[in-house]
């Protein structure tokens, strides 16, 4: 059986040219231990994005061609040309995760046959995608696509902040740009699991989404006393690790700052090395793409800061760590881990200029969905 369908492209020429396309692709016969899976269902993430677009100027955005051939150009700012050296010239598949139905199976992988399954990998924003069986878990039952299509990047990287906090003797969390699909999840989970967590937005509807779902502890960055707000919650909850998907600017640094303080208020003596509380800011994301801003005498010396990337956790936690934590995932797949998407849009409609505008703001609250069925 030789199947043939459509997969997104991104590739950076030697002159910084950006160029996204779709490319028709032939799928051969799966190997004995693969699949071949009708993608149904696909979700945009950030960590999408930083391989779709890489770092390309979105205010350069031209497009050549027409219907289904059409293309988006974009150009690379020569100054980061530097730090995509890696992959110019290579046609890159895009697309982390998706969820749908196996069509083809090898003589070991029968039994997924006519399944839906959810799946990562890369490669997923396309019509089909050949993958090893083991990359795949078939969803429970009443579950869709759609419900499946995120199960893997945030319900996993939910699971392995509490997971990473725990690991590191910390009580309680921080987390930024916390109205996200990502961070209800992980406020879902830190209410099952009795762990405190301070939860950082930028606007009162934010605010309220998390609410809604139980949060005790929820600040708004703009308000004019943000700092002292965060000081009082960081000493009421003992906080002492925070994940920051801004990445950017100054956040990162008033969390440290505050958790400073907070463990000041608690001390009985001073010492100019500050306070003898650890402090640990790990930056997961990108929101912001401005240099981070750290006036690192302004929290003492006991502090750290890193980046923190899943798959890398993943690693570290082992193989028995991960594998509960994928069980809980498809336990609490339509609860805990629901995900919900404000737009759902077709393949080729990915490189509509508008929506991939609309998209690439990676606005809190907005979520899209690619459905290759829609065209």
């Not at 790990?282 to 006991?302: E, K």
């Amino acid at each position: 059986m030789m199947l043939t369908g459509r997969e997104m492209r991104s590739t950076i020429d030697e002159d910084g040219v950006l160029t996204l396309s779709l490319e028709n692709v032939a799928i051969g016969d799966p190997g004995d231990d693969e699949i071949i899976v009708r993608v149904e269902a696909a979700p945009i993430n950030p960590s999408d994005l930083g391989l779709l677009l890489g770092p390309a100027d979105i205010a350069s955005l031209a497009t050549a061609g027409a219907g289904g051939g059409a293309t988006l150009l974009f150009n690379v700012p020569k100054d980061r040309l530097a730090g995509v050296r890696g992959r110019l010239g290579q046609s890159l598949s895009i697309g982390n995760e998706a969820a749908g139905t196996v069509v083809a199976a090898g003589k070991n992988a029968t039994e997924l046959e006519g399944k839906r399954v959810g799946m990562i990998g890369g490669g997923m924003y396309a019509d089909y995608r050949r993958i090893r069986a083991a990359d795949v878990i078939p969803l429970p039952k009443g579950a869709s696509t759609a419900d499946g299509a995120s199960m893997f990047v945030n319900p996993l990287t939910a699971l392995g902040f509490v997971e990473t906090a725990r690991r590191e003797g910390h009580k309680a969390i921080v987390h930024t740009a916390a109205a996200s699909n990502l961070g209800q999840m992980l406020q879902k989970i830190c209410l099952a699991d009795d762990i405190p967590l301070v939860n950082i937005v930028r606007s009162a509807e934010q605010a309220q989404i998390l609410r809604e779902i139980g949060a005790t502890y929820v600040l708004n960055s703009k308000d004019d006393d943000f700092i002292a707000q965060l000081t009082d919650a960081l000493q009421q909850t003992g906080a002492t690790i925070a994940f920051d998907a801004i990445g950017g600017g100054t956040l990162g640094n008033d969390i440290l700052q505050a958790m400073e303080r907070a463990a000041i208020r608690a001390m009985t003596d001073y010492s100019r090395y500050g306070s003898d509380t650890f402090k640990q800011l790990y930056i997961y994301g990108a929101l912001d793409t401005a240099p981070t801003v750290l006036n690192r005498l302004s929290f003492g010396f006991q502090w750290g800061v890193g980046g923190w990337l899943l798959f890398p956790f993943l690693r570290k936690a082992g193989k028995e760590v991960a594998e509960q934590m994928r069980q809980r995932v498809v336990d609490e797949l339509t609860t805990t881990f629901a995900s919900h998407y404000t737009r759902v849009i077709g393949l080729a409609d990915a490189l509509n200029p508008d929506i991939l505008r609309a998209y690439e703001r990676k606005a809190t609250g907005e979520k899209f969905l690619i459905k290759p069925t829609l065209g």
